[in-house]
Nanobody, 115 residues
Framework: QVQLMESGGGVVQPGGSLKLSCVPS????????LAWYRQAPGKQRELVAVSTTDGFTDYADSVKGRFTISRDNAKNTVYLQMNSLKPEDTAVYYC?????????WGQGTQVTVSA
């Protein structure tokens, strides 16, 4: 089992920045992929950014150039730096870890972008 603890959410004005962190614990050996998803009210959960152990990263088109995913492989910790935030970025952000083809999820952290 893998447990994921997210932190860093909050309320920010449009154009502002936030940095999310996710720290896995438990059976973290062989975690292949760490990613961030988000879910806005009334919408499906969507992939925001993904990072693999071999350095591959990918982003949703809506966040490219504004968000950066980074990973500390020694700690299996993943971060999401969010810049130039927009009201449409408002959502609950979930950390995801994939280990041996099994997905694990954090509890989520709320990000609200509002004037």
């Amino acid at each position: 089992q893998v447990q994921l603890m997210e932190s860093g959410g909050g309320v920010v004005q449009p154009g502002g920045s936030l940095k999310l962190s996710c720290v896995p614990s438990g059976s973290i050996f062989k975690i292949n992929t760490l990613a961030w998803y988000r879910q806005a009210p009334g919408k499906q959960r969507e992939l925001v950014a993904v990072s693999t152990t071999d350095g591959f990263t990918d982003y949703a088109d809506s966040v490219k150039g504004r968000f950066t995913i980074s990973r500390d492989n020694a700690k299996n910790t993943v971060y999401l730096q969010m810049n130039s935030l927009k009201p449409e970025d408002t959502a609950v952000y979930y950390c995801n870890a994939r280990r041996e083809r099994v997905d694990y999820w954090g509890q989520g952290t709320q990000v609200t972008v509002s004037a």
